[in-house]
């Protein structure tokens, strides 16, 4: 309410947000009731005969008649279906015409599951009717960037024409890649720095293990998930693990931090009556609380926003977003669901994996991811005298052991798979499965 309230007069006063209003945003944000996970879903859209990008005015009729199935409103912006939603679940279209789908948070992973195979049954059957596949798959496995048609979205233009100035792998992130986002909430800033620091210890490994993006452009490479690779050269300033502050750090500065850290990003648009004001690089965000930008002033709103143009493994927004797995088919994504849920709800669980990885600092972290991208799990973690499979898996039997009983058989496949020091990549390389052909057929059955 106090924060509602302060954000209120800086309009009236026409004055520019406060850091100390950024900091009652997120801690309105807290909560004090049960704690629940959400998913969000996404899927590389096909042509089942061909496997060339699903064409979007097909993607839109999908929309269309899911959302008339289901008495759900339809999204539109700028005049096109983008989306649809039933004001707790939605599904939306990224830039490259993956099909996502948003799940609201839930107390029980099976809640989520029902749910999740409820909508991808219901989204399939009509894809099969317009010969649409939607893959479970990280990477666009037969076209690249150039043959890929991007949603005519305004904010998706922006990203488009800025981003690759400053990443050059940005194009293949936005209209290629897909992945899964597990979200959990936070009842403190303290809860929500050490689920922070936690979630980004663990993001490297478990970016190894779901690697799923081995085939790209119709050819095998030399990355077991190309996508992780190409959010790695996506832009250092709002990508990967940039919020160095917080990872090495004393606790208890959390908001703080990640503030500093998102305030320091290039910002790329704000919005005023419905219309997008570019910016492109040219200010942070902490420049424009300071000086403005032409006439306008920082809002709260804006802030929001600009946080949201940031794209840290895990971020921190209404819960925490934990953001930096392949796509999987409905049971893997839900076990993505299962490991962070078994140790962010577990103050012991999160002293125990701190502990564990304490030897490791920020810039081995993002020395991981980058080696995960590359060998999934196959590499030395050099300080724990281990092998990254063997870390990784260590890192699921503490979740398991703090997951209920009920839950805990979502990391059976995964702890098998860790036994045998595989990730989801080597199950498809195999097989030998090398071309788009052969890989869409193996993913269907």
């Known amino acids: 309410m106090q924060n509602t309230l302060n954000s209120e007069i ?44 699903a064409k979007y005015n097909l993607l839109a009729e999908i929309i269309k008649n899911f959302a008339l199935m289901n008495e759900w409103e339809l999204v539109f912006t700028s005049n096109i279906i983008t989306g649809a939603t039933d004001g707790s679940n939605s599904i939306s279209l990224e830039p490259g015409g993956q099909f996502e789908i948003s799940i609201e948070p839930k107390n029980a992973l099976n809640d989520i599951y029902e749910s999740l195979n409820h909508f991808t049954r219901q989204i399939d059957k009509l894809a099969e009717y317009y010969n649409i596949t939607f893959l479970p798959y990280g990477i666009n496995p037969k076209n690249t960037y150039p043959d890929i048609e991007i949603v005519k979205k305004q904010r998706y233009e922006i990203m488009a024409a800025y981003l690759p100035k400053i990443g050059k792998l940005a194009p293949v992130m936005m209209r290629e890649t897909a992945g899964v986002q597990a979200n959990y909430d936070y009842i403190s800033e303290d809860d929500a720095a050490m689920k922070l620091k936690t979630a980004a210890f663990i993001s490297p490994f478990a970016t190894g293990f779901y690697a799923n993006s081995p085939i790209r452009g119709g050819n095998l490479t030399k990355y077991k998930s190309f996508r992780a690779l190409a959010w790695k050269y996506t832009g250092v300033d709002r990508c990967g693990l940039f919020y160095q502050n917080l990872i090495n750090s004393r606790m208890g500065q959390g908001f703080e931090d990640y503030i500093d850290a998102i305030l320091d990003v290039p910002m790329l648009y704000i919005e005023r009556n419905n219309e997008l004001i570019e910016i492109n690089g040219k200010i942070t965000f902490r420049e424009f609380m300071k000086k403005g930008f032409m006439e306008y002033y920082a809002t709260l709103e804006d802030y929001i926003l600009h946080s949201s143009l940031t ?135």
Not at 11 to 22: F, G, S, V
Request: hydrophobic share 35%.
């Open 311 to 445: 794209f840290p493994d895990i971020r921190l927004k209404k819960c925490i977003e934990i953001r930096n797995h392949d796509s999987q088919n409905n049971l893997g994504a839900i076990s993505i669901c299962a490991l962070y849920k078994g140790i962010l709800y577990s103050k012991n669980a999160m002293y125990d994996t701190l502990e564990f990885l304490k030897p490791l600092n920020h810039e081995d972290l993002e020395n991981f991811g980058t080696k995960s991208a590359r060998y999934g799990l196959d590499y030395m973690v050099d300080k724990l005298k281990m092998t990254a499979a063997d870390v990784t898996k260590h890192i699921f039997e503490i979740s398991r052991k703090h997951l209920q009983t009920k839950e805990k058989e979502y990391l059976d496949k995964p702890l098998w798979l860790l036994n045998n020091k595989k990730c989801a990549a080597d199950l498809l390389l195999e097989k030998g499965i090398k071309d788009t052909a052969s890989l869409v057929e193996y993913l269907k059955l």
């Open 10 to 53: 800086n309009k009236i006063l026409n004055l520019p947000t406060t850091r100390a209003e950024i900091v009652e945003y997120y801690q309105s944000n807290c909560k004090k009731d049960t704690l629940k996970t959400g998913l969000e879903y996404e899927r590389v859209s096909l042509d089942s005969r061909t496997y060339e990008t």
